[in-house]
């Protein structure tokens, strides 16, 4: 059973950087797409990017395009979150998540049975 770990996540300043990590434990990681999504207070959970069982399609909300990169390295079976400029509207918990699919169709729709730890990332001066 693939689990999943996150970590990275911190107190930065508006325009900082951060990266998160995914850390994956179980045979199956290398054939699944990886999403990373996050939970602000109040608000839903939303998807942020995603990266699929291959590394070769990624996918990202409309709200951090040009800022976020997600990446995986198969070796490691990690899935890394590069965050840059940040803004106070990115503070929010970080998951990261499989819904169980080779590709990334579709996956802020996923259907995530357990959800992990998370990581807090909060954005302020």
């Known amino acids: 059973q693939l689990q999943l770990v996150e970590s990275g996540g911190g107190l930065v300043q508006p325009g900082g950087s951060l990266r998160l990590s995914c850390a994956a434990s179980g045979f199956t990681f290398d054939y699944v797409a990886i999403g990373w999504f996050r939970q602000a207070p109040g608000k839903e959970r939303e998807g942020v990017s995603c990266i699929s069982s291959g590394g070769g399609s990624t996918n990202y909300a409309d709200s951090v395009k040009g800022r976020f990169t997600i990446s995986r390295d198969i070796a490691k079976k990690t899935v890394y979150l590069q965050m840059n400029s940040l803004k106070s509207e990115d503070t929010a918990v970080y998951y990261c998540?499989?819904?169980?699919?080779?590709?990334?169709?579709?996956?802020?729709?996923?259907?995530?049975?357990?959800w992990g730890q998370g990581t807090q990332v909060t954005v302020s001066s």
């Open positions: 998540a499989a819904g169980g699919y080779s590709g990334c169709s579709g996956y802020m729709s996923w259907n995530i049975g357990s």
